[in-house]
């Protein structure tokens, strides 16, 4: 499940005043979850380095997807 809010955090940073605000900054996404956010913060905003922790229940899954869109 995607939370709405990491959709909104999303449409935020896409506004043309904010796609810079976390270019070459480090983030760290406390309850990734699927990882969206943080996958965003990498690939579509140009975060330096991002760390995404969750429980470890959900580690397998944000592992998943994070190898997926790493290309």
Do not use: F, H
């Not at 043309?16 to 690939?43: F, H, M, Q, W």
């Amino acid at each position: 499940m995607v939370w709405d809010c990491a959709l909104v955090l999303i449409g935020y940073l896409s506004r043309p005043e904010n796609v810079n605000l976390l270019r070459n900054k480090c983030v760290l996404d406390i309850g990734s979850g699927t990882g969206i956010a943080g996958i965003a913060a990498s690939v579509l905003y140009g975060a330096k380095s991002v760390l995404l922790t969750d429980r470890a229940s959900q580690l397998d899954l944000l592992q998943r997807n994070i190898t997926r869109n790493a290309a």
